[in-house]
């Protein structure tokens, strides 16, 4: 028993999770930021009062995902120890987790997973690996996200979860991009104006360093981080989920069904042994240590509750890129689309690309003269319109083998 206990002293515990602090940075960036998370706070929960039990189809939502591998190897060779050129077979493993955890068939029975685990109706499915080579030892899951995006650019984050997998510094394990939530109306619908927002749609996605990706690799060398549920755990995150202990002493994570917890469970005891908390006097209540949203040893977790399944599910209808990924997931058309908004426009417009195929796309802006004013940029989502002349304008978006020209009014 003792020794099934023990890990190797090495395995002691990096850190979980860095999204709460990559939030604190972006946070403190942009101090509006911090009202607008208030305000989605108020649409989520707004938003699931007003459609509590509503939702009694048994629909899947299976959300597209683009792997970008960041490595520092020189040669071809993938996997092995050490190698941030994870294998395809390390990758493919780490989508049948997902799929497993969030379909709550894990296989791990906790003391609440007979009770209150549930299938979140969320599934994934594998479009892309995009393997780049660079130099960089290692990255800041904090501070790097735009560096990786400019290494290997998001794919639309409109219509994919993107995950960069690398080398992550300070033995952080991942991280991810918290959604914004606005309710959706004719002013949001696809359209966010502020800079910010511009800049948020290039980083959208997790990082996830390549030693605790997936399962069943050697490249996998931790005791404790080795089934894959750091990505199970960042998504989570990226669907607006908070950890079960709300980030502070018995803090709330806005979900009834996850006991209040005094603290993470940050441990080596892979043997899952019960943790209790007291928030209140002369209550003590069992963690749900189980939870995905916890710091458990990968081999401990194996719950997402229902509250933490109908918020997931409110953030896919309230964060406009997260809904329209959602919309795109369902079309079935093999045409190229694409919609402006607002048009005429004065700041910002926004692109909505719909590719049939699972590809990257370029766009082009030409003014009436015919002269060009941006040139093949990839999978441009946002553009900044404040310092054209007023008139008219065509935008240009070419995939492999569709071109769709579509125009627009700046006032
Ligand atoms: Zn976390």
């Known amino acids: 028993m003792l020794s099934a206990t023990l890990v190797s002293a090495q395995d002691i515990l990096p850190t979980r999770c860095a999204s709460t602090e990559r939030d604190s940075v972006r946070l403190a960036k942009n101090p509006s930021l911090r009202n607008l998370r208030m305000k989605s706070e108020e649409a989520i929960q707004e938003h699931i009062r007003a459609r509590a039990g509503a939702r009694t189809t048994a629909e899947i939502i299976t959300i597209p995902v683009v792997v970008h591998v960041i490595h520092n190897r020189t040669d071809n060779v993938t996997g092995g120890v050490g190698n941030g050129n994870i294998s395809d077979a390390q990758i493919r493993s780490q989508i ?35 393997r780049t080579y660079n130099a960089t030892n290692q990255f800041s899951p904090i501070t790097d996200a ?63 360093d390549f030693r605790y990706f997936g399962r069943n690799s050697e490249t996998i060398t931790s005791k404790i981080y080795n089934l894959g549920r750091t990505t199970t755990h960042e998504i989570g995150h990226w669907l607006g989920l908070i950890h079960i202990w709300g ?9 009834d069904d996850t006991p209040v917890a005094n603290t993470k469970n940050e441990t080596t005891d892979i043997t899952c042994s019960p943790v209790y908390s ?14 995905y949203m916890d710091y458990s040893p990968d081999i401990c977790m194996s719950i997402f509750t229902n509250d933490q399944k109908e918020r997931m599910h409110a953030v896919l209808e309230l964060s406009p890129r ?55 940029a990839v999978n441009r989502t946002y553009l900044n319109v404040k310092n054209f002349p007023s008139g008219l304008y065509y935008y240009k978006v070419k995939t492999a083998n569709q071109t769709v020209t579509k125009r627009f009014v700046v006032r």
Not at 247 to 255: E, Q
Not at 278 to 291: G, H, K, L, S
């Open 96 to 130: 049948e987790v997902l799929n497993e955890d969030y379909s709550n068939t894990s296989g791990y029975k906790g003391f609440y997973t007979d009770s209150l685990a549930v299938d979140t109706g969320i599934r994934f499915k594998l479009v892309s690996v995009v």
């Open 146 to 208: 735009d560096k990786l995006a400019e290494i290997s650019p998001a794919w639309f984050t409109n219509r994919y979860l993107n995950i960069w997998v690398t080398r992550l510094n300070d033995r952080y394990l991942g991280t991810s991009q918290f959604p914004v939530v606005t309710e959706i109306n004719s002013r949001t619908n696809g359209l966010s104006t502020t800079e910010n927002e511009e800049k948020d749609a290039l980083t959208d996605g997790l990082i996830i």
């Open 247 to 255: 980030d502070a002493t018995c803090g709330t994570d806005y979900c």
């Open 278 to 291: 007291q928030c209140r006097a002369n209550v003590v209540t069992r963690n749900m240590i189980e939870n």
């Open 322 to 376: 997260r809904a329209k990924m959602v919309e795109y997931s369902k079309i079935t058309s093999d045409q190229l689309m694409v919609d402006l908004y607002p048009n005429p426009v004065r700041e910002t417009l926004t692109a909505n690309v719909f590719t049939p195929q699972p590809e990257t796309y370029t766009v082009s802006v030409f003014n009436q003269k015919g002269q060009q004013i941006l040139e093949d």
